[in-house]
DNA sequence: TTTCTTATGTTAACATTGTTCACTTTAAAC
DNA sequence: GTTTAAAGTGAACAATGTTAACATAAGAAA
């Protein structure tokens, strides 16, 4: 006779982590409910006891993945002891650097697969907490500082989204072999997009090298 | 006894236009073989006849939607009876149209799950044929024209894609709901990009109306 | 302490998935 | 006309998520 060992303790959490860092190593799609009965000895009904099903535990990776996303990203656009241009390029940096870092969870955070469970969890969480409110907020402070052109916020916030948005998934989804020139890639891609954005006639400070030299004044 | 339609005729095109018309309309997850099969009125194995497995028939869904992109977008590229900022402009927009119009292929194309097979193909095919090779010899015609600036081309054409890609993601993967407003974000975005890659010194031609007003001599 | 209830586990079973295998039928080559 | 290979069939497999009936342990109630 097996002695089974029933009343795990805090099975639920242990497997939000196993499943957390299963994400962090292999793609989510191959998380099945054996990987997680397996990691903790339990059966594979084990979880129905805990999560109503699979996208009840998917939802909570989502939300603690958005948790990770925004700690280790928004700060920076609220760090006011940081000039405008440089918290731009460094927010942007940590975000291209989080889905390098983390491309199997950034993909379950941004991509389509899992877009319902994503839309249900921004619906209920405060809109004004998000990144991207954040992000809208400080293209608003650009435009008043006459850093950035005059535009419509959302519309300039998109851009910048969709510039980062972009450059990450095309570096994760295997089109750029950048292992090496990661960071000049970015530089350019960043410098492109500032000098977009950019009104004219200000004399924008900046403490990052790279922008330095962009922006000081040519002839 | 029922009788059996035996040598169907041309059932392995069938398989792929069924699989192509059903990718215009689901995503590709939902592509089963009991889809297949029912359509077809065959049985779950008979594509096997066809298909060594369900990879090597997405293996084809892929060059075909290779086929049909490059169609609808790089001829825009190659047409130099367009002025240069003109094509990248029209082109952009094709780009993001195409997304638009097929996201679920896009997603296939251009995302991770299927990245192994499109990454067969693409070594197989003529790398100068693909559409980033056209996008890079538009760049450099660019720079010889003192467009654009001078940097190293194939940084340039990361940039641009970067961006349409980006854009078309956000997009077809929910983050933005732009379908009224959708070419009024484009501009913004094509505005953005292109005063980011611009030289400085040299007029610039083109016959895009919100183009023009960018490119028009400013103080 | 004993009993009852509930939370939390188990095993067995199900439909659906892709896949393989032995078999059958048809078309065409000889 | 016979043979052969191409192209279909159905049964079976393991893996998937899921459900249901059952088992156990822990803690509240007696």
């Given at each position: 006779?097996?002695?089974?060992?029933?009343?795990?303790?805090?099975?639920?959490?242990?497997?939000?982590?196993?499943?957390?860092?299963?994400?962090?190593?292999?793609?989510?799609?191959?998380?099945?409910?054996?990987?997680?009965?397996?990691?903790?000895?339990?059966?594979?009904?084990?979880?129905?006891?805990?999560?109503?099903?699979?996208?009840?535990?998917?939802?909570?990776?989502?939300?603690?993945?958005?948790?990770?996303?925004?700690?280790?990203?928004?700060?920076?656009?609220?760090?006011?002891?940081?000039?405008?241009?440089?918290?731009?390029?460094?927010?942007?940096?940590?975000?291209?650097?989080?889905?390098?870092?983390?491309?199997?969870?950034?993909?379950?955070?941004?991509?389509?697969?899992?877009?319902?469970?994503?839309?249900?969890?921004?619906?209920?969480?405060?809109?004004?907490?998000?990144?991207?409110?954040?992000?809208?907020?400080?293209?608003?402070?650009?435009?008043?500082?006459?850093?950035?052109?005059?535009?419509?916020?959302?519309?300039?916030?998109?851009?910048?989204?969709?510039?980062?948005?972009?450059i990450s998934s095309l570096i994760i989804d295997g089109f750029m072999d950048v292992e090496n020139v990661y960071e000049d890639m970015y530089d350019t891609l960043f410098e492109t997009l500032l000098t977009g954005l950019m009104a004219?006639?200000?004399?924008?400070?900046?403490?990052?090298?790279?922008?330095?030299?962009?922006?000081?004044?040519?002839?």
């Amino acid at each position: 006779m097996i002695k089974h060992d029933y009343h795990h303790g805090n099975l639920k959490e242990e497997f939000i982590t196993i499943a957390m860092d299963f994400i962090a190593k292999e793609d989510v799609e191959k998380l099945t409910l054996k990987v997680l009965s397996d990691a903790t000895g339990t059966s594979r009904s084990a979880i129905y006891k805990h999560f109503k099903n699979k996208d009840a535990l998917i939802e909570t990776i989502i939300e603690r993945g958005f948790d990770k996303f925004d700690v280790e990203t928004t700060p920076n656009l609220k760090d006011n002891s940081k000039a405008l241009v440089d918290k731009f390029y460094l927010t942007g940096k940590l975000y291209v650097e989080f889905a390098r870092k983390n491309p199997n969870l950034y993909r379950l955070l941004f991509g389509k697969k899992y877009a319902h469970i994503r839309e249900e969890i921004l619906s209920i969480k405060d809109e004004d907490c998000s990144g991207f409110a954040a992000l809208q907020k400080t293209v608003e402070d650009g435009q008043k500082q006459g850093v950035l052109k005059k535009e419509e916020s959302y519309k300039q916030a998109i851009v910048i989204w969709a510039t980062m948005h972009g450059i990450s998934s095309l570096i994760i989804d295997g089109f750029m072999d950048v292992e090496n020139v990661y960071e000049d890639m970015y530089d350019t891609l960043f410098e492109t997009l500032l000098t977009g954005l950019m009104a004219n006639k200000v004399k924008i400070i900046s403490t990052v090298p790279v922008l330095k030299k962009l922006l000081q004044p040519k002839n």
